[in-house]
């Protein structure tokens, strides 16, 4: 082999919890190139890769194959091998297939929307109980205009996922009262799931501002010698970062510790940067 191979980026995979009937999003690398097609090529490649953990599944049938995947205004046309239709969970097995396989895509910064084609046809269904007449968006089926959606954090062997959970809002994409939600921390049935959140139990929000460029300042109440290590810290700015971008169009967040611009917390994190979803 001769040459550079292609540099990469961390970004959420979705599976599913088919036990806990919750999706879980899996930080996989992929492919990092200007060429919109390429990367999302590998988002799917690593969804039929599967899972590095036997309790989770894409869902995508054995045999399935990428014919071919192309991203054109925003929207991935993504062109599956006839062994897609083999999905035999009835509709709601082929409403998460679909979701996983969306949710996964729209990751990337440059694909809002996802539409299905079945060895080179564009399909209308891909197991019949679902109708794909038109490109899919985010939580297709499954979001309403009363939802917010928080991540919590699922530790599986001793690996760190991310769990997005819905909570009912008074009022759509009113990012204090979601961040507030996430604040409060899981209930004792998500707890019992496995589930669980490493922002301090004591920390509060104490303000949010809007910025130029999408930006969002988020200032939190927060005693930073709580945190027990690099991971809590890390998992502290993601959670807050994928719950405020999942449920706004505020594309990167800042985050404020007590008023203050922190240039790094106790175990390295760097906080002096603006994050994205896909910046760490």
């Not at 006839?82 to 396989?101: H, M, T, Y």
């Not at 921390?185 to 949010?208: F, W």
């Amino acid at each position: 082999m001769s040459g550079q191979l292609p540099k990469g980026k961390k970004t959420l995979i979705y599976f599913l919890n088919p036990t806990y009937q919750f999706y879980v999003g899996e930080l996989r690398e992929v492919i990092d190139s200007t060429d919109s097609s390429l990367q999302a090529e590998s988002v799917i490649n690593q969804l039929i890769i599967g899972s590095n953990y036997k309790e989770l599944t894409s869902l995508i049938p054995q045999g399935t194959k990428l014919l071919s995947v192309k991203v054109e205004a925003n929207i991935a046309y993504v062109n599956f091998s006839k062994e897609i239709r083999r999905i035999s969970l009835g509709a709601e097995g082929e409403l998460d297939l679909v979701n996983l396989i969306t949710l996964s895509l729209t990751e990337l910064s440059n694909i809002d929307r996802v539409r299905f084609l079945v060895e080179g046809e564009e399909t209308y269904s891909i197991g019949g109980h679902l109708s794909l007449n038109e490109p899919i968006k985010r939580w297709f089926g499954l979001k309403t205009d009363n939802d917010g959606i928080v991540y919590f954090v699922y530790k599986l062997e001793q690996k760190n996922l991310f769990v997005p959970i819905f909570r009912k809002v008074s009022e759509v994409n009113d990012v204090n009262e979601i961040l507030n939600l996430l604040f409060t921390g899981v209930t004792p049935l998500e707890k019992d799931l496995s589930l669980t959140t490493d922002i301090p139990s004591e920390a509060k929000l104490l303000n949010t501002q809007a910025r130029e460029n999408n930006e969002l300042l988020v200032n939190v109440s927060v005693e930073i010698n709580k945190f027990l290590n690099a991971i809590q810290e890390e998992n502290f700015i993601r959670q807050i970062v994928l719950t405020v971008t999942e449920n706004s169009s505020f594309k990167s967040v800042t985050i404020y510790f007590n008023g203050r611009n922190l240039e790094s917390l106790p175990f390295g994190t760097d906080v002096s940067k603006s994050f994205t979803r896909n910046s760490f």
